[in-house]
């Protein structure tokens, strides 16, 4: 072969995989913000540590590929979400209560220790109950996912040391709901900017939080991976990740 054309075809194949590679991390970088998430009032440095976040967790495509997720919390109740029609089934333990939750249109059904809530009141009550009860458990697991959710801004306060001596940014996020704005302080690792701990301020102003927590012992689960059986047990227990599941838990949805 022309050794200026084998040199062509060698130019060419390098241009070519170093496109690949432009393409990959660009795809794998890709986070979009939701509607309404707060990009004017968000420091430019803490919106780059959040879409860091998501790379480290498995990405934004791999996040919004992945279908259905189950877990305990804290040992009161059983949730199974599929992510991707947004149903919910919640079994509510203490008070044997189970919901079924369509979360788009906030249309669902009720049990009380097997007996169907037929009270339209009462039933749209407890539909809005375990909506919120969805939104809460299901923050303690994927927060690290949602932070450039609608109604979010975030600030960045710099370097600090956690419970475990570790060194960490610190991610400031405060949220506007429905009950109110609330605050959180999230520690993102140096080293592999994943959270590793948080700290909740049920009073955006007060200088105290009302608690604080590790998030730790992250594990793939699918093409994500998660913090689940924290070593202070607390929030999400059993997680478990999947594509399919039993067709007929949400059937009476359809």
């Not at 991707?84 to 509510?92: A, G, L, N, P, Q």
């Not at 709901?177 to 102003?205: F, H, M």
Request: aromatic share 12%; with cysteine; charged share 25%.
């Amino acid at each position: 072969m022309n050794f200026r054309i084998s040199q062509l075809l060698l130019y060419g194949l390098l241009i070519l995989f170093a496109g690949c590679i432009h393409t990959s991390e660009t795809a794998n970088s890709f986070n979009p913000a939701a509607d309404g998430f707060d990009l004017a009032h968000s420091d430019p440095a803490a919106v780059e540590l959040a879409d860091s976040i998501m790379v480290a967790m498995g990405g934004w495509k791999n996040w919004n590929d992945t279908r259905f997720i189950a877990w305990n919390f804290f040992g009161n109740r059983n949730l199974i979400w599929d992510k991707k029609h947004e149903h919910v089934k919640i079994e509510s333990l203490k008070d044997s209560i189970t919901y079924l939750i369509d979360l788009k249109n906030s249309k669902g059904k009720v049990w009380i220790k097997g007996i169907e809530v037929i009270n339209d009141d009462s039933l749209t009550e407890l539909i809005n109950r375990g909506k919120n009860i969805w939104a809460n458990d299901s923050y303690w697991l994927v927060m690290p996912f949602k932070l450039k959710d609608t109604g979010v801004t975030l600030k960045y306060l710099g370097e600090d040391t956690i419970l475990t001596g570790d060194k960490c940014n610190v991610l400031e996020l405060t949220s506007v709901k429905a009950d109110g704005l609330s605050r959180y302080q999230i520690y993102v690792d140096l080293r592999d900017n994943l959270v590793k701990q948080w700290a909740y301020y049920a009073n955006p102003t007060q200088d105290s939080a009302n608690f604080i927590h590790p998030w730790d012992n992250y594990k793939p689960y699918g093409k994500i991976i998660l913090s689940a059986d924290r070593s202070d047990q607390s929030g999400p227990l059993d997680v478990k990740v999947s594509a399919t599941m039993d067709e007929g838990i949400f059937k009476e949805l359809n």
